[in-house]
């Protein structure tokens, strides 16, 4: 069963990827900075959380920072191992598509997570 | 109006007019270096005096010293300072293009990685080729600049910022509010950790590992969770982002957890002695899971290992070489290499005709000099030698003596502080935190020793480790002197805490107001913000197009910009080279035939040769400048009223 809190989440991180390929069409600097921040430090960070740490388990700030950690580290790790192994070039639009697709492997596997849960999350 | 509110009023508009006059004072220099690109560098005079900018951080971090004020105004107080120390290297960039060595290099490397969409191993020029080996902080960059479509120099500019602002205070928090237990004193060592001399914040690979690399200590030795294999697994991913971050951060961190380790071995031998036990208990009742631990340990080993012995083994062979050649042959010298018998001497040829060009290595002594030279020569003290080094440093650097006795006088006043809360906190200790202090007191004390190998010289830098070791000491010394509410007691809080500050603010090497106030005699052009003009800039991305990857004859201006921005190979390492080139009243037949051997293709000079020095010599003879213009294999390909690039036009 998923609550309002995780679909709220999904939804915001959805956004965050919308707003933000919208925004190279529509270049708005201060917005898509923002876009970026949000996409850089807490995807897939925020998920990766939650299927570690059950939310009642985990103080609010401490799940805030290692949200931020995990989301930086993974990232930085993924688009790495993605050049790397596969070849997949640093340019906007596959940074974009491969931090979405990651992030979307994550939500999946907490949404598994969270239903096997089921009531125990909130 | 409640008592209270009236405080927190008088709290709030002196951080409001803290953050007013440093943002006043920040306009005003910036706007002087502006005015003044053609005449540099700017004179102390010009600029407003020194004083305002320490007014305004006074003004912003008193309210948090003050524990009559309420929490938000002591927040705002706190994240105020915390803003301005952290985006100080933006916000202080008088030209508004990354400064210093380290930066320069890493948007080189970031450059490298976006222009061709791919990440190679040690591609680059001059430190970038080393840095392309750690690939974490500028693919970071790389994804700034391409989600938010900010240029990569900007991303340069802000992104460590932005990183750290982010999550460092909050994980440090986190860290020390474990072991001291309170908030308050999280709050505070969250401070005590902000004083120290090595806060610097620019963009430099060590800054982003450092927080991956206490977050993973955080995970595996102070969180809640760290019994779980879920924490094993989230510290690994951070051990993996550190090693492939950072070179010197992976081993103080394998270091780090090796000695924790080690301790709580020697902790649980040691407390089975009867007296020991009931001082220790506390210490080594806590219990450490060493199957998860092992597990984390062994894999952050594997990590740094496999990245060592492949990405990272060229970094990895000079430390090597470095520890052994220097730091410990200087503790443990062979005596049969060192002994100079005066036979020898009488054999070594008389030196004749010109002076040795390389003043890297040490002059050669005469045979006269050598024949006076005892056959046994004394140990060399290296405790001494250690002093004698850094109180050079000191003296040779851009300080004021008012600055110096501040400094001292706080160094003091800190040992003071932290030898008492050690004493405060004995009963209390955690293992973690008598670990740390083991083990960070010992590379504090291992740091000063290196200083004697100058590769190894990491005081400027070793306090953003070993202050992780302190804290919590000096924070229960700290506060043991306003553990009564005696408004005296509180004005010699305020006054110790933010004097802290103000020394370990002097300390930092870059990105500080103090790199503004360069006295006329002490100015060098190393890493040196206050040079690098539009018109620079403008001469860096010329050289991108025409001499990228090329080599070129520069000196550390050159190297900084040119090679940096420029991506040309200048080469600053070869102090026979720069000095042939811009010492001598003429190309001497050797310093053509060096450049023929290293392909040198272009020659930069500049207008702050005659005036300005650097670590590779300077200021040099203004007539010795002149020589350039008069050579026939020489054409002057770029031109500028700053720098000019010659061209080599023939094979010499």
Redesign the interface.
């Known amino acids: 069963m998923i609550t309002l809190t995780t679909k709220r989440i999904y939804l915001g991180i959805a956004g965050l990827f919308a707003l933000?390929a919208a925004?190279?069409l529509v270049?708005i600097?201060p917005l898509?900075?923002a876009?970026?921040?949000g996409?850089?430090?807490l995807t897939p960070g925020v998920f990766?959380v939650r299927i570690?740490?059950p939310a009642q388990?985990?103080e609010s700030?401490?799940g805030?920072?290692?949200t931020?950690?995990?989301s930086?580290?993974?990232?930085?790790?993924f688009?790495?191992g993605l050049?790397?192994v596969v070849?997949v070039?640093?340019?906007?639009l596959a940074?974009?598509v491969s931090?979405a697709a990651l992030s979307a492997f994550f939500a999946l596997a907490d949404f598994v997570v969270c239903s096997n849960r089921g009531g125990r999350r909130k | 109006m409640n008592p209270n509110k009236n405080s927190d009023l008088i709290g709030y508009i002196a951080v409001l007019c803290g953050l007013a006059i440093y943002i006043l004072w920040l306009l005003q220099v910036r706007s002087i270096f502006a005015g003044q690109t053609a005449n540099l560098p700017v004179h102390i005079d010009q600029l407003p005096t020194q004083l305002v900018y320490w007014i305004s951080i006074i003004l912003i971090i008193a309210p948090f010293t003050m524990a009559r004020f309420s929490k938000p105004v002591r927040m705002l107080s706190l994240f105020t300072l915390l803003f301005i120390v952290i985006f100080a290297f933006a916000l202080q960039s008088p030209f508004n293009v990354p400064y210093s060595r380290d930066p320069q290099y890493t948007l080189q490397a970031s450059e490298m990685?976006?222009d061709s969409?791919?990440?190679v191993a040690s591609t680059g020029t001059g430190q970038a080729r080393g840095y392309s080996d750690f690939?974490?902080l500028p693919?970071?960059h790389?994804?700034?600049s391409?989600?938010?479509?900010?240029s990569l120099t900007q991303a340069v500019m802000w992104g460590m910022g932005?990183?750290r602002f982010?999550?460092f205070p909050?994980?440090l928090?986190?860290f020390f509010r474990s072991i001291l237990k309170t908030n308050e004193l999280g709050l505070f060592a969250l401070f005590v950790y902000f004083t120290s001399p090595s806060m610097t914040n620019h963009p430099h690979y060590e800054g982003m590992a450092i927080?991956?690399g206490i977050?993973m200590v955080y995970l595996v030795f102070v969180?809640e969770?760290k019994y779980h294999w879920?924490?094993v697994?989230?510290a690994s991913?951070?051990g993996?982002?550190t090693v492939?971050?950072h070179h010197f951060t992976s081993y103080v961190v394998f270091a780090w957890l090796f000695a924790l380790a080690a301790l709580a071995i020697v902790f649980v031998i040691v407390c089975r002695i009867p007296r020991v036990s009931q001082m220790s208990h506390a210490i080594v009742s806590e219990r450490i899971d060493w199957k998860r631990f092992t597990a984390l340990f062994l894999i952050f080993a594997f990590m740094l290992a496999g990245w060592s012995m492949t990405y990272g083994a060229g970094h990895y062979q000079l430390y090597v070489a470095g520890l052994n050649n220097g730091f410990l042959d200087v503790i443990f010298p062979e005596p049969a290499a060192k002994q100079v018998t005066a036979s020898a001497a009488a054999s070594v040829p008389r030196v004749v005709g010109e002076s040795p060009l390389s003043f890297a290595t040490a002059t050669p002594e005469s045979p006269q000099q050598i024949a006076l030279t005892p056959p046994n020569p004394p140990k060399p003290n290296v405790i001494s030698e250690s002093i004698n080094k850094i109180r050079t440093q000191v003296m040779a650097g851009n300080f004021k003596p008012s600055e110096i006795l501040i400094v001292g006088v706080v160094v003091v006043l800190a040992l003071s502080l932290l030898g008492y809360g050690f004493i405060l906190r004995l009963h209390e200790l955690s293992f973690i935190e008598i670990g740390n202090f083991i083990f960070f007191g010992t590379l504090t004390l291992a740091g000063f020793l290196m200083v004697v190998v100058v590769r190894y010289n990491i005081i400027s830098r070793m306090f953003e480790f070993t202050y992780i070791g302190m804290v919590t000491f000096l924070v229960a010394g700290l506060i043991a002197l306003r553990n009564r509410p005696t408004l005296f007691r509180q004005v010699v809080f305020s006054i110790c805490a933010i004097a802290m500050l103000v020394a370990g603010n002097l300390m930092v090497s870059s990105g500080q107001e103090r790199s503004f106030y360069v006295a006329d005699n002490k100015a060098t052009l190393d890493s040196s913000q206050v040079f690098l003009t539009p018109s620079t800039a403008a001469m860096a991305s010329w050289s991108l197009n025409n001499f990228r990857n090329k080599h070129a004859a520069g000196e550390s201006f050159i190297f900084d910009t040119v090679g940096a921005y420029g991506q040309v190979n200048v080469h600053i390492y070869e102090p026979t080279l720069v000095r042939g080139v811009y010492n001598g009243l003429t190309f001497t037949d050797r310093v053509r035939q060096q450049m023929k051997y290293d392909f040198i293709e272009v020659i930069f000079t500049h207008k702050y040769l005659a005036t300005v020095g650097s670590q590779t010599g300077g200021p040099f003879p203004a007539a010795a400048l002149r020589k350039f213009d008069e050579q026939s294999w020489l054409t002057r390909a770029y031109d500028s009223s700053i720098i000019q690039a010659y061209y080599l036009r023939e094979q010499i």
């Open positions: 933000n925004l190279f270049p600097v898509r900075l876009t970026a921040i996409i850089l430090f990766v570690l740490y388990k985990l700030l401490e805030l920072v290692l931020m950690l995990a930086v580290a993974l990232n930085l790790l688009m790495f050049n790397v070849h070039p640093f340019n906007d940074i974009l931090l | 990685i976006k969409g791919y990440w690939p974490g693919i970071y790389v994804m700034l391409s989600l938010s479509g900010i932005i990183f982010a999550i909050l994980l928090f986190l927080v991956f977050a969180s969770h879920r924490t697994a989230l991913v951070l993996a982002a492939f971050t």
